[in-house]
């Protein structure tokens, strides 16, 4: 067992707010800055250090995307610390108890998440990554802390300036009522030089602005203009050791999977990965343009495709929401997962792999790929309204080079640790 204890020293800033009452907090607290910075941590002492007796009319609820973020973002270390005695989680109904007290864990995905909480008069509020959330549930959430003594603590990365949680309540809430507390990678002392330097380097562009600088700035442009790099991310023809399976990872591969993205009325789209247990390959692309080709192919057809591309066998990677294509190629005994469609955090993972030169794509044989990426660009009307979201424009490989990595890649590899 490791001799590492598993609360480490707090910085100034978070441990001013884990010690203070939280009688002498504002009625809204927001956490907001660089990732790794101990925000999360900090809202989990202050939960167990005061939250935990501090008496307030009304129930407790603790919320994030999804119930499974924040059992994995928190309700983990606070067991882990805690203990089975004081500790009980139902990961099923989302009810907690902690040290005797009620707790209600909801996920706040979409705009119908606020009927999760309708009804109940709400004396403390935990929410993790807040600039997720709609606007319509923290509205609800606002309505429903009616006690003078009810309490609101988020955490958050910056996001975009014209979001409603930094344009109509970081902006707007007087700071009577709110206190936001910036935070960068030197407020957390247990991050080594060569941790932070690893983390620095891994993030360019406007995901450096906001997950390292702490600043919201608006996504614009070319997404990958500062992470894309024409030597340094594509290849020639593949080596041929990398082609050579070897479990182990010794000058071949440890992985091989496809992905697809599937097209009605847009290409659809094909890859192949190889990964050699430091940088994934994207060997070969098959697409087919219904519209160039003035045919479209039924799932039957597609299927025939991708047996033809060398998919059977091997992991493949597709969009939950293709459900008949998904039952053509079960029916075929091909091997189905279910990609992440995560759109904004996929967005992040190709970045990060690309920035830190980890991902690597065939210019002969993915030679769309490589076109459509460094076109691949965010919706500037959208981000006016508050939405961060891509153009619908050469995003069709791209989108197939996401399914292929987004969830598939895990976390550790995206800082190099």
């Given at each position: ?12 800033k978070s441990?001013?707010?884990?010690l203070?009452?939280?009688s002498k907090d504002r009625?809204?607290?927001i956490l907001?800055g ?8 900090t ?7 005061q939250y ?10 603790i ?5 499974d973020t924040?059992h994995r ?17 139902n990961m ?8 005797g007290k ?6 706040a ?11 109940s008069?709400i ?5 993790d990554?807040?600039?997720?959330f709609?606007r ?8 429903r ?6 309490r609101?603590?988020?955490?958050t ?5 014209y979001s ?5 309540v970081i902006?707007k809430?007087?700071?009577?009522q709110l ?6 990678l ?15 380097a ?9 997950y390292?600088d702490?600043?919201?700035?608006v996504?614009?442009g ?5 992470s ?9 023809s593949?080596a ?7 479990p182990w ?8 999977w496809f992905?697809?993205d599937?097209g ?5 789209c094909?890859l ?5 247990s ?7 692309e ?6 160039e080709?003035?045919k479209?192919?039924?799932d039957s057809q597609y ?8 998919a059977k066998g091997f992991e ?11 039952a053509?190629l079960?029916g075929?005994?091909?091997w189905?997962?279910d ?5 904004l955090e ?8 690309l ?5 690597r ?7 769309r ?5 460094p076109?691949?660009a965010?919706d500037d ?6 939405e961060e979201q891509p153009?619908?424009?050469?995003d ?9 990595l987004?969830?598939?890649?895990h976390?550790y590899?995206?800082?190099?640790q």
């Amino acid at each position: 067992m490791s001799d590492a204890p598993l609360v480490k020293p707090f910085g100034k800033k978070s441990r001013d707010f884990i010690l203070r009452n939280p009688s002498k907090d504002r009625r809204y607290t927001i956490l907001s800055g660089s990732v790794r910075s101990s925000k999360t941590f900090t809202i989990d002492a202050k939960l167990l250090v005061q939250y935990s007796q501090y008496d307030v009319p009304g129930k407790r609820f603790i919320a994030g995307v999804s119930k499974d973020t924040v059992h994995r973002n928190m309700l983990i270390d606070i067991a882990a610390i805690v203990g089975q005695g004081d500790f009980t989680y139902n990961m099923s109904t989302g009810e907690m108890w902690l040290y005797g007290k009620q707790y209600f864990v909801v996920g706040a995905r979409d705009d119908a998440s606020y009927k999760k909480i309708l009804g109940s008069t709400i004396g403390l509020f935990i929410g993790d990554e807040i600039v997720e959330f709609p606007r319509s549930f923290l509205a609800q959430v606002w309505m429903r802390m009616s006690h003078d003594a009810s309490r609101f603590v988020g955490s958050t990365n910056p996001g975009s300036p014209y979001s409603y949680l930094k344009a109509d309540v970081i902006d707007k809430f007087s700071p009577e009522q709110l206190e936001v507390i910036s935070y960068v990678l030197d407020d957390n002392p247990n991050i080594s030089p060569d941790a932070k330097a690893a983390i620095v380097a891994s993030q360019s562009g406007v995901y450096k602005l906001r997950y390292i600088d702490g600043l919201w700035v608006v996504a614009e442009g070319s997404i990958f203009r500062d992470s894309w790099d024409d030597a340094e991310n594509t290849f020639g023809s593949p080596a041929a050791a990398l082609l050579n399976p070897d479990p182990w990872g010794r000058g071949g591969y440890v992985d091989r999977w496809f992905s697809c993205d599937p097209g009605v009325d847009h290409p659809q789209c094909h890859l192949e990965f190889y990964d050699d247990s430091d940088v994934i390959w994207v060997t070969r692309e098959q697409v087919w343009d219904s519209r160039e080709m003035q045919k479209q192919k039924t799932d039957s057809q597609y299927a025939d495709d991708l047996e033809e591309f060398g998919a059977k066998g091997f992991e493949l990677r597709l969009p939950p929401e293709a459900a008949s294509l998904r039952a053509e190629l079960v029916g075929r005994g091909f091997w189905v997962v279910d990609a992440d469609n995560s759109v904004l955090e996929g967005i992040h993972t190709i970045s990060t792999m690309l920035n830190r030169r980890k991902l690597r794509i065939s210019k002969t044989g993915c030679p769309r790929l490589c076109k459509k990426l460094p076109q691949y660009a965010w919706d500037d009307k959208a981000a006016k309204r508050g939405e961060e979201q891509p153009l619908k424009t050469n995003d069709d490989e791209v989108d197939a080079l996401r399914y292929g990595l987004h969830g598939k890649i895990h976390p550790y590899r995206l800082v190099g640790q």
